[in-house]
């Protein structure tokens, strides 16, 4: 048997149980453009994107499972292909497979003090260096603008405009703060 023959027989034969297999799809469904798993980047990024794409579906499990291999590249496409015949029976199954295979793309979300060592490069703009620090910050899942504030602050030059910016005190804080004092 050939590769193409070899190929043909594969994709004849499917992962799903009989009853996903035989269900018929939704007349009016039309293909959903999702973003195509590569293999590559995190799959509960990919299964979470997917879900929403679908969540006027999420009802239906069958459809569920049977359209979430047209979101697959080749080589996530490979590891469809080669799960056992008729051992996919319900969606959860699914991603749960999908991801114990793909675990080891996982993104590791940063711990918080990343942004403590988050500081401006020689000759980096502030608009590069904010573009980074933002990207950190929800990546590690903000929260607490005090926090983003006071490391943003730390990994400026100390001699540099913005920095002198961000730690002066407003106009009138003075009074303001003598005022609540009592004086």
């Not at 050939?2 to 297999?21: K, Q, T, V």
């Not at 007349?27 to 979470?48: C, M, Q, V, W």
């Not at 990207?135 to 730390?154: D, P, Q």
């Not at 407003?170 to 005022?179: C, L, Q, V």
Request: proline share 6%; charged share 20%.
């Amino acid at each position: 048997m050939d590769a193409m023959s070899r190929a043909l027989h594969g994709a004849a034969w499917s992962p799903f149980s009989g009853d996903i297999e035989r269900a018929q799809m939704p007349s009016r469904f039309a293909r959903l453009p999702f973003n195509i798993y590569d293999g590559k980047t995190d799959p509960i990024e990919h299964i979470s994107h997917y879900i929403h794409m679908m969540s006027l579906h999420s009802y239906n499990d069958v459809l569920m499972c049977k359209v979430f291999p047209s979101s697959l590249d080749s080589i996530a496409l490979r590891w469809f292909n080669g799960l056992r015949k008729g051992f996919i029976h319900t969606f959860a199954e699914m991603i749960q497979e999908f991801g114990v295979w793909f675990v080891t793309c996982s993104r590791v979300p940063q711990p918080v003090d990343a942004l403590l060592s988050m500081k401006m490069k020689v000759g980096e703009t502030l608009r590069s260096y904010a573009s980074r620090y933002w990207e950190l910050y929800n990546e590690i899942g903000g929260g607490n603008e005090k926090i983003a504030v006071s490391t943003f602050r730390m990994g400026l030059p100390e001699d540099s405009e913005p920095w002198e910016l961000l730690t002066k005190k407003p106009p009138g804080h003075e009074a303001a703060h003598e005022a609540h004092r009592g004086v």
